[in-house]
Nanobody
Framework: QVYVVESGGGLVQAGGSLRISCTAS??????MGWFRQARGKEREFVAA???????TGYADAVKGRFTISRGNGNTVFLQMNNLKPEDTAVYYC??????????????????WGQGTQVTVSP
């Protein structure tokens, strides 16, 4: 069983910054990604990082404002700058065992965290 745990969400004013973190258990290195789901909307891709950390990808809506990075082992961070009210959502971390590519689709990930709420006030 692989456990994925997010932390670091909260309330921030528009234009502010927030960093959320995620750790996946296990000894295998995973490709990892962040997705978000706003109330009443479908879950959408935000950012992804390859197993090695050498490749990253972003949704157009966050490109230039968000940065995904890897820490030790299977810890990943999502640095969010210049936040906008439309970034308000539950942010989910996902992990995938196997594969060296960048994965951006929900069905490409097998392990998910419970999510962390990010709220951006106007």
């Amino acid at each position: 069983q692989v456990y994925v745990v997010e932390s670091g969400g909260g309330l921030v004013q528009a234009g502010g910054s927030l960093r959320i973190s995620c750790t996946a258990s296990g000894r295998t290195f995973y490709a990892m990604g962040w997705f978000r789901q706003a109330r009443g909307k479908e879950r959408e891709f935000v950012a992804a990082i390859t197993q090695s950390g050498s490749g990253t990808g972003y949704a157009d809506a966050v490109k230039g404002r968000f940065t995904i990075s890897r820490g030790n082992g299977n810890t990943v961070f999502l640095q969010m700058n210049n936040l906008k009210p439309e970034d308000t959502a539950v942010y989910y971390c996902a992990a995938r065992s196997g594969g060296t590519n960048l994965y951006t689709r929900i069905d490409e990930y097998g392990y998910w965290g419970q999510g962390t709420q990010v709220t951006v006030s106007p």
